[in-house]
């Protein structure tokens, strides 16, 4: 790792990357595949995995579409190594009997998905990073200043080092300090909802299914982990949140098995924590030489698990138009940004539109709006071809 010194001094690189998160750190590593000369700026290098550490809070449901990706950036067996849990089904309901059920073989694939801790795949990719000749990390470092001239971005760090490049990619998280470095508005509004995040021990292993019941305040879910355990996820208005995470372990226990669906597994919290849920999208995916990535571009409500997989197709798309050039031994410039930002803001909007629709429509307690949801959720369980196209997109393929 590279290792700050008290000297300002300026560095000149192709790409500087702020934020060695799960995306930044997956643009880094393909990028550096491309023989780019890449910095990765960090505050906080992830933990070291050893088995014996609690499950993280924080997982994330990645697509084979993702898949693909962190087996391109030569890290998916590593994270195999550590702790991940395959799931084959998922199933949505809000009245019992009329359940959706998604199989991975109505995908063509043998899962629909794997749930991982966010940190194991973070940590997988860092470590992957610090094998490359061509990328330097900083860390712990954070941004003081960012200028910008037609030829490049510079930045000024917390210890007075000044790096320079032709291109910086800002995953530096949903209040991206890049981004409102370089004036990108974000259009936002809050959901009205908290989520309660509760890992849980089983008494068996966890099957291969994840599964989620709508209720008017708001979605609860199961998402089974490595070995006997799982991750709950219990979204209500931030007063009844607030309310659950003021408990003991023991009275929150009692809490979910009172009002969890009878599919839950008999369990026992371990721990538990919760965040606001809020919906931003960036007003511009890029701006000079600055372009956002993942959650500093656009966050969705995370009922459907997709906020992740939706960065990593950023990653894709960006990676794939740099090759592209550097294949035709061309300079990456404005017409590809504007390629980026026509193909991801098209699938970003539908993504985040769509889960905004269940949300609106599954919040209201009218009755012919309660009617009219379930007849959806039977046609879709009934859907035929039609099902098959919309898991198939959900999953990236």
């Known amino acids: 790792m590279h290792k700050t010194n008290e000297n300002q001094e300026r560095t000149q690189f192709d790409i500087i990357v702020v934020g060695g998160g799960m995306v930044g750190s997956a643009a880094a590593c393909l990028l550096a595949q491309q023989g780019w000369q890449i910095a990765v700026v960090e505050q906080t290098e992830p933990e070291v995995y050893a088995p014996e550490q609690a499950m993280d809070l924080r997982v994330s449901a990645i697509s084979p579409a993702s ?4 087996q391109q950036a030569g890290v998916w067996d590593a994270i195999l190594a550590m702790r991940v849990r395959a799931y084959t089904e998922l199933a949505a309901w809000e009245v019992n009997g009329l359940e959706t059920h998604f199989h991975a073989h109505e995908a063509g694939v043998t899962e629909l998905g794997y749930i991982i801790e966010n940190r194991l795949l973070q940590l997988a990719l860092w470590q992957q990073l610090q094998t490359f000749q061509n990328v330097r990390l900083y860390c712990p ?8 001239t ?8 917390n210890d007075g080092q000044v790096l320079s490049a032709s291109w910086l990619l800002a995953a530096d998280g949903a209040n991206s300090k890049i981004r409102a470095l370089a004036k990108i508005g974000i259009t936002s509004w809050d959901y009205r909802q908290d989520c ?21 305040s708001g979605p609860r879910s199961f998402l089974p982990l490595a070995g006997k355990k799982a ?11 607030a309310q659950l995470t003021a408990m003991t372990p023991a009275m929150l226990e ?21 965040f606001p849920l809020t919906r931003r999208h960036a007003q511009h995916y ?7 990535l ?16 939706l960065g990593f197709k950023d990653v894709a798309c960006l990676v794939e138009l740099w090759h592209s050039v550097q294949q035709k031994q061309q300079d990456f410039g404005h017409k590809q940004l504007q390629q980026y930002e026509r193909k991801r803001l098209c699938d970003n909007t539908l993504m985040q539109s769509t889960m905004d629709l269940f949300y609106a429509g599954f919040s209201s307690s009218l009755m012919p709006l309660k009617v009219l949801r379930n007849i959806a959720l039977l046609a879709a369980e009934n859907a035929g071809w039609l099902k098959q196209k919309a898991l198939r997109y959900a999953l990236g393929l």
């Open 196 to 216: 309660l995040l509760i890992n849980v021990d089983l008494e068996d292993d966890a099957p291969a299914i994840t599964w989620q019941q709508f209720y008017p």
């Open 231 to 241: 991750s709950l996820v219990w979204y209500d208005t931030p007063a009844r949140i």
């Open 254 to 274: 009692r809490e979910v098995k009172r009002h969890f669906p009878e599919q839950l597994p008999a369990c026992k919290v371990t721990h538990f924590g919760c």
């Open 294 to 309: 993942g959650d500093a571009a656009h966050t969705i409500h995370p009922l459907a698990g997709q906020g992740v997989n």
């Open 150 to 157: 037609d030829e490049q971005a510079t930045i000024t760090l």
């Open 286 to 292: 890029y701006q000079g030489r600055v372009i956002l």
């Open 67 to 70: 898949v693909a990706l962190l």
């Open 141 to 148: 470092a954070q941004i003081n200043a960012l200028i910008q």
